[in-house]
């Protein structure tokens, strides 16, 4: 891959699209390296013909950062996914993504986000704390884990 931005990605221009299941593959080509247990292509699909707010984020030279899924219900919008792809990871783009999140929601009249989180991913733990999201509860055996074993989600709110 050439020319990968710096460590800061502040001055960079994201294209924030509507995912196309013409994205799919790039997406799956991350998604199945950020996660032990990633999301399939079906899940993507289903969760496009769904109507899902979803987000596909793009360097200026067409390479994808990463997505984020956002389901909108009465007032309150959960957040799916959030990824970026793990070599962009810890340079400003997640939170950029949030930010982008964030608007769409508060477009939509949400009072606010939950999303779910396993509490051995200490990283998007400390991401989704920094910007303001706060643990409301537990989902017991929520994820799959390995040794055909369950692991709980931490349950956060951010309120817009
Ligand atoms: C979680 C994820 C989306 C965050 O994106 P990112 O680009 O790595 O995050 P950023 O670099 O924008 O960091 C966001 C903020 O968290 C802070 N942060 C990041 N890692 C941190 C850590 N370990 N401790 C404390 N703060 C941390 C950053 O300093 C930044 O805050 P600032 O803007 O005030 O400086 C990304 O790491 C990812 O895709 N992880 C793998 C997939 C995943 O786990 N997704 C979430 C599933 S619930």
């Known amino acids: 891959m050439s020319a ?17 299941v013409e994205d799919l593959d790039e997406v799956m080509a991350i998604e199945s390296v950020a996660y032990p247990f990633p999301w399939t292509h079906g899940n993507f699909l289903d969760s496009l013909y769904s109507g899902y707010e ?71 733990v400390m991401v989704y704390e920094r910007y303001g999201f706060a643990g409301i509860g537990v989902r017991r055996a929520y994820y799959p884990a390995g040794d055909n074993k369950r692991e709980d989600a931490i349950v956060m709110r951010l309120v817009l």
Not at 4 to 18: H, K, T, V, Y
Not at 54 to 66: D, E, F, H, K, T
């Open 4 to 20: 990968l931005p710096g460590p800061d990605s502040r001055a960079i221009a994201l294209s924030f699209a509507p995912m196309q």
């Open 54 to 124: 979803m987000s596909a984020v793009r360097l200026p030279s067409g390479l994808l950062v990463g997505y984020y899924l956002l389901m909108l219900s009465v007032d309150e919008a959960h957040l799916l996914n959030i990824t970026v792809r793990p070599e962009l990871q810890g340079r400003g783009f997640g939170r950029r993504m949030l930010d982008h999140m964030v608007e769409v929601a508060r477009a939509h009249k949400m009072q606010s986000v939950l999303l779910e989180v396993r509490p051995s991913n200490d990283q998007a």
